[in-house]
């Protein structure tokens, strides 16, 4: 979550960070990786992040969180902004391809001044269904993905780069994530003069919005590697500037990729499943299987479904300067309510009366009643945890980790059998 407060014309903005205590909560790794320059970054628990808000001074409020970790915010932030004339804009959306769980987690995140959708596609998409159940849809507002950019690809490298990007959770299983890795090392020795690519999302003991069971690294070790294959972290972008040819299941890497018009492959071998999202792609040319990637088959990606996808390079036909003002848009919605004398109150579409059954226990996880104020014992410290309680705290979250990775595969395993 983050939160910005006007400082002066020449200082510019402020930025303010709110990490929320999780499973998921970015590591210093992570945060580097992504670019995130905070003027003053923190940790906190919701009751703590609410508790700010009520406290201090902002204009623009970004969360970026989950569906329900949005609509406990969103129900917090109503209630300790109860009765103000002015409160600040609430900014949020999804980042990458929204291919499951479209009107859950539409829903969970109506209420927010500003629910950004990265595509023409997607605003269509996100409208139908805040307008399909009766609630109000002026908040979806067309922008693009969030991280494009990079130089648009000229012409192949040397050696010929071949990256596969992993997602933590797609696939799920240890014999289709097996499968994928043995694809690629045979790949890798079939083609000796290619370098081939495995691009990991996070190292072992990070987490993602995604839990990831089966790390790739971990299935690598027992596979004998040849000399051309190796494995890499950090930025996609860094990545793509030697890129010859993408691969992925679903990644939202994929688009980054068709962006910068490098070849890019959304595989089949495992089917073309709603569970597996790769369903995303169907119509943009760029489905294939291994073995027709081994054959030398290189997709030639459908214009039209590029430009829905708001992705267009700069200096294609579909796209000609779009990207540069794709956030012109929400800049304008942001800077109008800024300047009115005040905002209505916060409403989102999910209350005690519209899902009685439903909003209590997500508001519950993140210590919040139904009415969006704090529970009794809900943890809210004033001041930052002592060391003994630093180190209780990652221990916890390694063993939780720990579960994850290696205790709940094995319980798995043995419930198989």
Known sequence: ???????????????????????????????????????????????????????????????????????AMLHGL?????????????????????????ADGLLLRHGADLVLANSRQDAERFRAVYEGVGADASSVTEVALPFLGGAPYTGEHDPYT???AAQPSVPDSRKDRTYLLDRLVRHA?????????LKLRSKPGEHTTHLEELPYQKLAQRTGLPPNFRLVYGHMGEVLDRTDLLVTVSSTAALESLHRRIPTVVLTDLGVREVLGNHHFVGSGCLASWDQLDAGHR??????????????????????????????????????LLAAPELPPLTPYYTPATAPGYLPGILARHHLGPDGSPLPGAPAADKEPGPVRQIVRRAARGAYRHGVQRVAPVIRRMGEL
């Open 299 to 336: 997709p030639a990606p459908d214009e039209e479904w590029v430009a829905r996808q708001g992705v267009a390079a700069a200096d294609s036909p579909s796209g000609a300067g779009s990207y540069a003002h794709a956030f012109d848009a929400a800049r304008e919605r942001i800077a109008k």
């Open 189 to 197: 020795r079939t083609h000796p003069d290619r370098e081939v690519v």
């Open 78 to 102: 109503g209630r300790v902004w109860e009765g103000r004339e002015k409160r600040p804009v609430i900014v949020t959306g999804y980042v990458g391809v929204v291919y499951e769980k479209l």
């Open 1 to 71: 979550m983050e939160a910005a407060s006007r400082d002066d014309a020449q200082a510019g903005p402020a930025l303010s960070g709110f990490l929320l205590r999780g499973r998921a909560t970015p590591t210093p790794r992570q945060l580097e990786e992504v670019g995130v320059r905070a003027d003053s970054l923190r940790e906190v628990t919701a009751v703590e992040f609410l508790r700010a808000m009520a406290e201090e001074e902002y204009d623009v409020v970004v969360i970026a969180l989950v569906g329900g970790g949005v609509q």
């Open 162 to 164: 071949v990256v596969f």
